[in-house]
């Protein structure tokens, strides 16, 4: 995806696929986060994967954050996906890793269909 990203406190912008299992059992069933951003933290762009073993319920959440000098100018968010790892870039600059060293369904949810979002939030429990 190339985009500009919105600004603004209370801003939640993300790029994102959740699993197409319905009904949705989450984290068991996956996310990843390509790119999200918040008001807040304007320069932040956050990139993750939640899993039943690895999200923020648990406290185990795992993913890496880069700070973008100019977020409301064009950048590309890519999302490599393989049936061994998952990378995620920015402006083809790997910010994020993560490797499928544990095959379990609980540590990697990520061998099924997903469907892909792409949506401006305003509020909600990180904006």
């Excluded at 870039?89 to 095959?103: A, E, G, L, Q, R």
């Excluded at 990520?110 to 904006?127: K, P, Q, R, T």
Aim: hydrophobic share 40%; glycine share 8%.
């Amino acid at each position: 995806m190339r985009a500009k990203l919105p600004k603004g406190l209370g801003i939640w912008s993300a790029f994102w696929l959740l699993n197409a299992n319905k009904p949705l059992d989450w984290p068991a069933d996956g996310e990843i986060d390509i790119m999200e951003n918040v008001g807040f933290d304007p320069y932040t762009v956050f990139g993750t994967v939640h899993t039943a073993k690895y999200n923020h319920l648990i406290g185990t959440q795992i993913g890496k954050k880069l700070r973008v000098k100019t977020p409301q100018e064009f950048h590309t968010y890519t999302l490599n996906w393989t049936p061994t790892y998952i990378r995620i870039y920015i402006d083809n600059v790997n910010m994020f890793t993560y490797i499928k060293s544990d095959p379990s369904i609980e540590a990697w949810p990520f061998d099924s269909e997903m469907n892909i979002f792409l949506n401006v939030a305003v509020g909600g429990n990180f904006g």
